[in-house]
Antibody, heavy 118, light 107 residues
Framework: EVQLVESGGGLVQPGGSLRLSCAAS????????MNWVRRAPGKGLEWVSY????????YYADSVKGRFTISRDNAKSSLYLQMNSLRDEDTAIYYC???????????WGQGTLVTVSS | DIQLTQSPSFLSASVGDRVTITCRAS??????LVWYQQKPGKAPNLLIY???TLQSGVPSRFSGSGSGTEFTLTISSLQPEDFATYYC?????????FGGGTKVEIK
């Protein structure tokens, strides 16, 4: 059974940093591209970042470019999101999602809540 | 960036109703469109990929159609467990984008 379990969320002050993790199991992690997506309170889904299976290619939404860094450790079947210079508008549930490839959609984790507030 | 415009944003319907949700892309995306269902407190669940292919395990009352810039998700006979928010997503090019969502509520 495919499992994606996010962790690392919490309350942080504006300007602070947080590192999210996503532990994957039930599939060959190193074979899949991975994404981070967020949903702010009362808002819709927003794609945040993507990393290719080998970690060599990364993409970011303009809203987080230069502040967030996506990475992965294939030996540990884990995905990460380092979030710096956090703003109030970064408050959201953050999901990691496995890219099934060739436009076939994604599997999603249950999410972790990040609250940016003073 | 490719914008996805979903309509309606809110829909009130009864059990047994036929429901159609539309997703329009600001430029052609071939068939690189998927549909998700999300219930409160839960992760999104993949319903349809490649615009019209039903994901394994998803009931056959769900169907998708379209290509290019115009897409639809249809629920042929709404069931109590279908009351949720539905999102379209384009997988054609980065940045990947989602529609604004359609909340389906009980009339």
């Amino acid at each position: 059974e495919v499992q994606l379990v996010e962790s690392g969320g919490g309350l942080v002050q504006p300007g602070g940093s947080l590192r999210l993790s996503c532990a994957a199991s039930g599939f060959t992690f190193s074979s899949y591209g991975m994404n981070w997506v967020r949903r702010a309170p009362g808002k819709g889904l927003e794609w945040v970042s993507y990393i290719r299976s080998g970690g060599d290619t990364k993409y970011y939404a303009d809203s987080v470019k230069g502040r967030f860094t996506i990475s992965r450790d294939n030996a540990k079947s884990s995905l990460y999101l380092q979030m710096n210079s956090l703003r109030d508008e970064d408050t959201a549930i953050y999901y990691c999602a496995r890219d099934l490839g060739y436009g076939s959609g994604w599997d999603w984790g249950q999410g972790t809540l990040v609250t940016v507030s003073s | 960036d490719i914008q996805l415009t979903q309509s309606p944003s809110f829909l009130s319907a009864s059990v047994g109703d036929r429901v159609t949700i539309t997703c329009r892309a600001s430029q052609g995306i071939s068939s690189y469109l998927v549909w998700y269902q999300q219930k409160p407190g839960k992760a999104p669940n993949l319903l349809i990929y490649a615009a019209s292919t039903l994901q394994s395990g998803v009931p056959s009352r769900f169907s998708g159609s379209g290509s290019g810039t115009e897409f639809t998700l249809t629920i042929s006979s709404l069931q109590p467990e279908d009351f949720a928010t539905y999102y379209c997503q384009q997988l054609n090019s980065y940045p990947l984008t989602f529609g604004g969502g359609t909340k389906v509520e009980i009339k």
